[in-house]
């Protein structure tokens, strides 16, 4: 349940640099953020401000310069790639914003993936995976394509993907920034109902409707995070 | 099949020129190396059942040269032969004379067929059949021949009817004639090509041709239980100044003198191997880098680096196992052509096969092509995988 005292991702000072030839660019400058269970957290700011770099670090896709990211309580610093992937496949839900579905499989193949690689039985992960697609509302378009479905229906197959295995976190970044506004309006209304019963979220996003329907909102501007 | 290498297969249904161009590539090349492995064994292979089926495991021939290489002759042969057949374990002598002849049919034979022709005669033991298999009448007596089925069609002649043998280039030419009858016709298993030669008894086509007790080469049988190499050290060392070789040992100096085919055969499987790598790795590439945007997605949900690049690979292994087996049945094709235009080489016996269908050529060809697809997929696949999953992220498109 959602709460102090019971922290999913916690994130402290966290830096990140990058190199774009021999410049080194700074993403975030000390940014600090708990994620608690149960939370619907919006993480706004103007283009560049490091939204999604903080996405990426709290998910362990990415890792800091310095600082620190303990997610359920593992200091992902320590982490190798591989140990890594492995926490972000059983505990972290990703939704991208170009949802990048997987184009010669059908939705339920696509939210299959993160089972098999989980290795959920044949039978298990398909039932599962209707299950999850059934809940985003999409069990009349099981078996198509990603160039069959609307820009909203492809978002909602990734966020069915991203609950595939029930990950504690879901990370969304820019999930509603490919589509339009009625499309976007309905995935927020999901992402509400997801969080009812109990998915925590952690949406970066431009939209201003979506970061209202949040429970929670912080601002990353030039790279430091303010509430 | 892995959810991830299912999407690998149905890429490449979805892009069927892309695919159909590399699978005829990599079939073209699995062909080519196929047919150059069976060129590399198979003139050794067939020439040495040839040998062995003739029943006789070892040659003696003039110093240096190997039978029908030359026209050189061993002289004062009734008397090496005594020699040959006092060794343990020889169990018959086959001596061999072969000289070029000019034949030609009598006054009264068909309408038509009476132009002199230059062929190769071989005089041997009417006993010794081990140069030819009789097609029709019988082996040659005295004073008859036997001609090759080829040659007795040509000439419009068979059993009873009468030649002329002539030793020298023409009839009128300076030289020994004897007018024979026709024993027999048969298939001549040494013959190349273009050789349709003739067969008389030893003793004719030593007197026609003067070369009285010489021989060109002669054949020996070795007993059961004997050691061919012993009797060939055995024979050599009675025998003085001539060359005794084994089957094997023929086979050894063949496969020398056409070490130059096995070179191009071993250059050209090889290029044929670095082109189907090359291919495969290239298609990859491009196949890779058009998805890098799934990929960083697919290694961000976290699926194992070692699975992605897995099931990468199989479509790599996929277009191989497709193109190499289009390949195979390729090679087949091709041999088959190729073995046409080879057979005519100047001599060689026409029974010698370039190309032996071996199962297991055919196979390492396969194996080779499938595994160096495999690496050449590996490649672009482990580099894709190693990039930064952060910035493809928002670079690529899916």
Same mark, same amino acid.
């Given at each position: 349940m959602r709460g102090a005292g019971n922290p999913i991702v916690v994130a402290r000072r966290v830096t990140r640099d990058y190199w774009k030839g021999r410049a080194r660019v700074r993403a975030l400058r000390g940014a600090d953020l708990t994620v608690e269970k149960g939370d619907f957290l919006a993480v706004t700011g103007p283009s560049g401000s490091g939204k999604s770099t903080l996405l990426h670090l709290l998910g362990g896709v990415d890792v800091a310069t310095s600082g620190g990211v303990h997610f359920l309580g593992r200091d992902l610093a320590r982490l190798t790639v591989e140990e890594r992937a492995a926490l972000r496949l059983r505990e972290v839900g990703l939704v991208f914003q170009r949802f990048h579905l997987l184009p010669m499989l059908t939705a339920i193949e696509n939210v299959e993936l993160p089972l098999a690689a989980a290795r959920v039985g044949r039978r298990e992960r398909r039932a599962r995976a209707a299950a999850v697609l059934e809940r985003v509302g999409l069990a009349d378009r099981l078996r198509h394509r990603p160039s069959e479905l609307s820009g909203g229906q492809c978002q909602r197959v990734a966020i069915a993907r991203a609950l595939a295995n029930d990950p504690a976190l879901v990370l969304a970044d820019e999930p509603t920034g490919e589509l339009d506004r009625a499309t976007s309006r309905r995935v927020l209304a999901l992402f509400q109902e997801l969080n009812a019963d109990g998915t925590t979220l952690v949406v970066a996003t431009h939209d201003l409707d979506l970061a209202a329907g949040a429970h929670r909102r912080i601002e990353v501007v030039d790279g430091t995070t303010r509430p | 099949m892995a959810v991830l290498a299912r999407n690998s297969i149905r890429e490449l249904r979805h892009r069927p020129l892309r695919t159909a161009l590399t699978v005829a590539g990599v079939a073209i090349s699995t062909a080519m190396l196929a047919d150059m492995l069976m060129l590399g064994g198979g003139i050794q292979q067939s020439f040495g059942e040839l040998l062995e089926s003739r029943g006789y495991e070892l040659r003696v021939a003039p110093k240096g040269t190997l039978p029908f290489d030359t026209e050189a002759t061993i002289p004062g042969w009734t008397a090496l032969q005594e020699r040959i057949e006092g060794v343990g374990g020889v169990e018959r002598v086959a001596p061999v004379l072969a000289m070029s002849v000019s034949v030609e049919v009598e006054a009264d034979g068909p309408e038509g067929s009476r132009g002199a022709r230059r062929t190769l005669a071989v005089g041997l033991d009417p006993e010794n059949r081990g140069l030819y298999v009789l097609v029709r009448g019988d082996g040659p007596g005295a004073g008859e021949v036997l001609v090759d089925s080829r040659l007795g069609e040509a000439m419009g002649v068979g059993p009873d009817d009468r030649l002329r043998v002539a030793t020298a280039s023409g009839f009128d030419a300076w030289g020994r004639t004897a007018s024979v009858r026709v024993s027999g016709t048969g298939d001549f298993v040494f013959a190349t090509v273009r050789d349709m030669p003739v067969a008389l008894p030893l003793d004719d086509l030593q007197a026609l041709s003067g070369l009285d007790d010489q021989v060109s080469f002669a054949m020996i049988r070795v007993g059961d239980g004997y050691d061919a190499e012993a009797v060939r050290a055995g024979i050599a060392a009675v025998a003085g100044r001539v060359e005794v070789v084994t089957l094997a040992g023929i086979s050894d100096r063949l496969d020398e003198r056409l070490s130059y085919f096995r070179q191009v055969a071993v250059i050209l499987g090889s290029v044929s191997l670095f082109v189907a790598a090359l291919l495969i790795g290239t298609i990859t590439a491009v196949s890779v880098s058009e998805r890098l945007g799934i990929i960083a997605a697919v290694r961000a949900i976290g699926v194992g680096r070692r699975r992605i690049v897995a099931d990468l690979t199989l479509e790599s292994v996929v277009l191989c =196992? /497709?193109?190499?087996?289009?390949?195979?049945? @390729?090679?087949? #094709?091709?041999?088959? $052509?190729?073995?046409?235009? *080879?057979?005519? *080489?100047?001599? @060689?016996?026409?029974?010698? &096969?370039?190309? #032996?269908? &071996?199962?297991?050529?055919?196979? %390492?060809? $396969?194996?080779?092509?499938?595994?160096?697809?495999?690496?050449?997929?590996? /490649?672009?696949? =482990? &580099?894709? %995988?190693? *990039?930064?999953? %952060?910035?493809?992220?928002? &670079?690529?498109?899916?």
């Open positions: - | =196992l /497709v193109g190499g087996g289009i390949g195979i049945g @390729l090679a087949v #094709v091709v041999a088959g $052509y190729l073995e046409s235009i *080879l057979s005519g *080489l100047p001599g @060689l016996p026409a029974a010698v &096969r370039f190309f #032996v269908l &071996r199962p297991g050529s055919l196979m %390492t060809a $396969y194996g080779l092509v499938i595994l160096s697809g495999a690496v050449a997929g590996l /490649v672009p696949s =482990l &580099r894709a %995988t190693r *990039l930064e999953v %952060t910035s493809l992220l928002h &670079r690529e498109e899916p």
